[in-house]
């Protein structure tokens, strides 16, 4: 490594303004805080300084992301030799190493795709290379139905990073989550390459129901609904990196832990979909007419292991730049996304995967939610000042 820091030192001067390749100067400053810490502090600005800096901050996310990631591999091979009914004759290895030759080029193609337009933006700017993108280029797939097609996810990964983030400014800057701006933009570009059962299992029989519990849900047929111990472990047609609860819980211990999430938004999601789920529950008509109805009386805690909504609380949710900023804020914010999740889900029968729309609705939402929070201690101090008056 030494070597490495030896010759990056000697090529820099070539790079700085001046220099034989001056007009490279943000990609040669990107490729090296990726590789080692920036020598340099910020120049302008009073800030807070800490021991953890972007680079650090994103590697820890990824770091979390890596468990529901790894499972996602393996359920794709698992729901694939599960159609075929081979399922008994493979390993775990084998299973595994489906699933990672299916998911590995959509990795592939969201990290070159969006590396590229970050990299262009910055040199077409003069601005630094922002490590942002590092997470966001691992949440596109995971939010992705394995069988989406490769230039349908380069579509939309370069429409999320340049309209859900680069007209914004960068890294900081936008108001919605540019991963979920992607998968909206293939859901709404592409609806058939998503909404089908055949997209969640990778190449499967043609005799065997892809259908995800959502869809399943969504027309009353609760008996034919996975128990709750395999939705909970993740072993159901899904998105990516989305079907596995207890995964993606483990993720969530490693934000925790490591104080890059918070608490206050997470468990406000999950509080908010629970009470949801349990108010349709408590008005469920007895002799329920409609798919809505139906939906109603299904149990308040299937909703947290169903779809995307685990993986949005802990992944999405939490984004420090989209998200309320104020303790209070937090808590509201959480609350309503999980409120919304549950309600488009029940209420909408075109869509039963409410966490996506949820997330983004309050996205909008956070500086307004932030705004009342604010005011509403100014004018709760500005009372108390008159009363000690």
Known sequence: MKALRDYLSKQKPKFQKGGKFGAFQST????????????????????????????RTMSIVVLALVPALLFGM??????????????????????FFYGFVKVLPIIIVSYVVGLAIEFFAAQKRGHEINEGYLVTGMLIPM???????????????AFAVIFGKEVFGGTGMNIWNPALIARAAFFFSYPTKISGDSVWIADKADAFSG?????????????????????????????????????????????????????????????????????????????AMTAAQHYMNLPAINHLVMGGFAFGAVFMATDPVTSSQTRSGKYIYGFLIGVLAVLIRVLNPAYPEGMMLAILFMNTFAPLVDHFVVQSNIKRRLKRAKVNA
């Open 74 to 95: 393996y359920n794709v091979g698992y729901q694939h030799f599960l159609s075929l009914g081979q399922l008994a004759n493979e390993s775990i290895f084998s299973l």
């Open 211 to 287: 259908a995800t519990p959502l869809a399943t849900a969504a027309t009353g047929s609760f008996d034919k609904l996975p128990d709750l111990a395999t939705m909970f472990y993740g072993f159901i047609p899904g998105s990516i990196g989305e079907t596995s609860t207890l995964a993606i819980l483990l993720g969530a211990v490693i934000l925790l832990v490591t104080g890059i999430a918070s608490w206050r938004i997470m468990a406000s999601v999950f509080a908010g979909g629970l009470a949801m789920g349990l108010l349709f529950n408590a008005c469920a008509p007895e002799q």
């Open 143 to 157: 939010v992705m139905p394995v069988e989406a097609p490769l230039w349908m996810v380069a579509v939309v990964t």
């Open 28 to 55: 040669f400053n990107g490729f090296e805080s990726f590789l080692y810490v920036p020598n340099h502090t910020t120049k302008s600005g009073s800030h807070l300084r800490d021991a953890i800096d972007l680079k």
